[in-house]
């Protein structure tokens, strides 16, 4: 509900004391005029400056008609005629009179046409035309005018003036308005490069301002991340001029509450909020109407409902004694109420009668573009959850047609092409209602035709959604955008489920399977291809300097999260911080720019949103694989399985047991109960671990080909080793996990995000050399906080030595004939340098989580005697390291896990590695135990080298391990820790294969022999 605001506040040119133009009576050019016409001008503009300091209306008016008579007496061929007719345009302009402003300027600058001259008064005209305009919201006429000012003044000043900087930072305000969001981060940008230059061409205001504008834009493209460092420029100018006051300054703590919350980061959000509302309530502008209105937004949202009702109550009495009932400022403190009263009340009663005021008002000002939309979607929202849904979609059909040539009436279930829709959340919005409205008609109708208008609505809103994905650049906004719009795809998925259970139409299948992909690591999967589209049709040396920008971008933002997560942050260095990010950004966006302009294949790459179809399975997966994909709402389970013979869509109803039942099993698998207690545990383990087989597996078990596996988790489901689950009970009595049927038994299961994804790691085509190397770390008995001081972090508790990580790196090299870097030697600048070249990366170190900035977890290299890092191997320096491997094993503790964000997954440093190159990771799902996981290690590469797959493997290391371990160590917790993320094809020939093919040969060779022999002698 809260809304993104236009950051600059709108004046007059003549009333703005701090520029030097407007309608002062110094340094006016006047052409062909005689001195006393001159010092008649300089009097009106005098006149009109102290009327309007005074805010003396009826004084202004009197002026504007004492001109219109004097009008009448002066020659048309004279300059002096122009400037009346702008001087009575600028009266009707200060009276609000916006039509008839418009009017008398436009005679203004048609009297300088006809005399050929090109003054200020020509200029200062264009400007207030289109000031004109923006009060009336018609944000096109008011850019063309305002073009027309730059072009002018260009002309009459220079091209880095004052004039024209501030004529960007007017033209960004209008292109925000009509959402041509390319276009104000281009005039934007025109404006920074005449700061560049000239650095007193906008005032500190005026470059805050446009700093806030531009976060706007971003903030409604749904890049956060992005919107954060220009709100935070912005504030920072302001804090070094120390004008934190004023209107703009209160917009500005509003839009930097929103994006906090947006990020999550909400005990900023709450500052910001407790801030701005002291200056807000003591103000009447419209923008500190909306900061009162998202704090009230802010208190619904952490359940202080009645709180939040009672303080828009009170605004919207304040609105109505200061501007009246028939303003617009009202009408929008009025939509806002009506809006809380409907999402947080549940009062649709009262809602309606609020709405019917803003409507009715809308009805008689048509001028009025920038209510129309959010007024309209609130009220059918109303209408439809008020029993009136018909009449609710007719509303909905005309936002969605407002400016396409279309009945209505004829088409009242039809959409739009999508490339007609905006590139925004209010176009997404007015889809979302359109889905919802359609969907309550289906629900108390039954008609499917609303069941299939509605899937269609939400397939077009998901069209769009992938559009926003692709234009925001920053990795964290597209984690948070899949995170806030994850049931639109669940919401797709259940639609189309429906028409196939109604239909029995195969294409509905195909849909919900379509967007069981969509809806998995959607961000990351962008994040690839944009990745190889720089990689594959970018010249080295251009997408070397992206990369080092996104080095840049990524070790600033580092290290303004750590420096926010201590509990007194340097805003001083968050301030320097913040201006390298912002020019690494605007950088590295001019050559994303430049690359989408120059090579084509590179955009073609960059915007595929292509995802794999049901019959191309098979040929990704494997032709004996079983592919199983699971999407996890609130109350269903979609289970889809695809070989090359079956195509099974399974749903279930689930509720908070199942969740539950995960969260037990994982916290059974992942921390072993003592001895003395070890009865409870090992029979809730089996009673769990059977419930979810028979749930997960057993459903679509008489469908499998062969016995391998390949699981697209979701959800909570990602935190599981499906290996674990028991396919049968236990007969036994004694407590003894090695005899427990697991899964693993008689499936080798390996994972990935999604089988679109693992298209991607499929086309890498890398060498076979199968050159590996290996990192294996001293590390000291030392508190992690030694180590991680300077970041502020809480203690984690002591790092001891890993002395089986060492002999495990050692009898790896040996097996494969590779590299190994031990003890002091493993050192992060030597991984950095030497872990391009080689097909297997094998890491066995301590991990370091960090689940509220994912990007700052870490891998702990040596920490002696490295000049050029600091030991920390970061997520986000994961991502800018391009890799050539085939298999990456990171024998460390968590590596798998961190922060569940919905529709992406889990944020793991394992994900960095998949992203940045490889192939395939093999990873932990929670603390290896030393021990243990050498002797699993050992036996897993011993089986890679005989030609396995890496999932039998693993397999077959498990069972060795379980066969010859004791009652404590057969534990899950012990020999399940490791799974397989991606490519799952071996890695080295099998010598079966080998000796088949020798024996082939040998008999053909025989053959041919005997063959050449008997014509020989025949």
Known sequence: MASWLMCISFKPADIDNSRPYGIWPTEIAIQQRNPDESSEIQKIAALLQRLNSRRDLEGIQRLSDSLKESIEKILPDSSILGESYYFVGVCNLLTGKYNDAITWLKRSVSVKNNLNLTDEYSAKSNYNIGVAYNYLGEFTRMKNYMLEYIRISKIIYSEFSPEVASGYTYLVSASIELQEYESTISYASSAQDIVKINKIALHEDELSNLYATVGTCYGRMSDYAKARIYFEKAESVLNTSRNVSGENYISLINNLAIIYGNLGLTDKQSYYYEKGIALAQVSNSSLAYNLVNSYAVFLGNTGQIIKGENLLSGLVEKARNFYGINSRDYIEVLNNFANYLRVYKNDNINSLKVYSDCINYLKNHDEEVILRDPVNIGYALALSESGESLMALEIIQELLFYELDMNIEDKLYANPELISLKTDRKSLNILRAKHDILWDIYSKSDKYAALEAAASTSELLISLLEKVRINISEEESRLLLGDRYRDSYLIAIRDFELCYRTTQQIRFLERVFEYLERSKVAGLLAATRELDAVQFHIPPDISEL??????????????????????????????????????????????????????????????????????????????????????????????????????????????????????????????????????????????????????????????????????????????????????????????????????????????????????????????????????????????????????????????????????????????????????????????????????????AMHTFLNDQYPMNSAMIFSQINDTTEDGMLHTYEVYGIPLKARMVVLSSCNTGMGLLFSGEGILSLARGFLYSGSQSVVMSMWEIEDKSGLEIMKMFYDNLKRGNSKSESLKKARANYLGKANQMTSHPYFWSSLVVYGNNAPLYSSRKYFIAGFSILFVAAALLARYFLKRKYS
């Open 546 to 843: 992206e990369k080092s920008f996104e080095r840049e971008i990524s070790l600033y933002n580092a290290k303004i999260n750590s420096e926010n997560s201590k509990e007194s942050p340097d805003e001083n260095s968050i301030s320097d911080w913040n201006e390298k990010v912002l020019k690494a950004t605007q950088r590295r966006d001019s050559l994303v720019l430049e690359f989408e302009n120059k090579y084509p294949d590179y955009y073609s790459l960059k915007y595929n949103t292509r995802v794999l179809k049901m019959d191309e399975i098979p040929e990704i997966t494997g032709w004996n694989s079983n592919y199983l994909s699971y999407v996890v709402s609130d109350s269903l389970l979609y289970l889809f399985l695809v070989n090359r013979k079956h195509q099974q869509l399974l749903t279930f109803r689930i509720d908070s047991a199942f969740f539950y039942k995960i969260r037990e099993f994982r916290r059974l698998l992942s921390m072993p109960s003592p001895s003395a207690n070890a009865r409870k545990p090992f029979e809730d383990y089996q009673e769990i671990g059977y419930d979810l087989y028979k749930i997960l597996i057993e459903p679509v078990q008489k469908y499998f080909i062969s016995d391998k596996i390949l699981i697209s988790p979701d959800n909570i489901l990602s935190y599981l080793p499906f290996e674990t689950l028991l396919s049968a009970k236990y007969s036994g009595t004694g407590i003894l996990y090695r005899e427990l049927q697991y899964l693993m038994n008689d499936f080798s299961i390996s994972y990935t995000y999604s089988a679109t994804f693992m298209e991607e790691l499929v086309k890498r085509n890398y060498g076979r050399k199968n050159e590996l190397v290996a990192f294996a770390p001293t590390t000291p008995a030392i508190s992690i906080d030694s180590i991680l001081l300077k970041r502020q972090q809480q203690g984690k508790g002591i790092l001891y030595d890993l002395p089986y990580a060492r002999q495990e790196a050692e009898y790896i090299s040996h097996v494969t004939g590779g590299r190994s870097y031990l003890n002091n030697e493993a050192k992060e600048s030597v991984y950095k340098t030497e872990s391009p070249k080689y097909d297997i990366i094998h890491l």
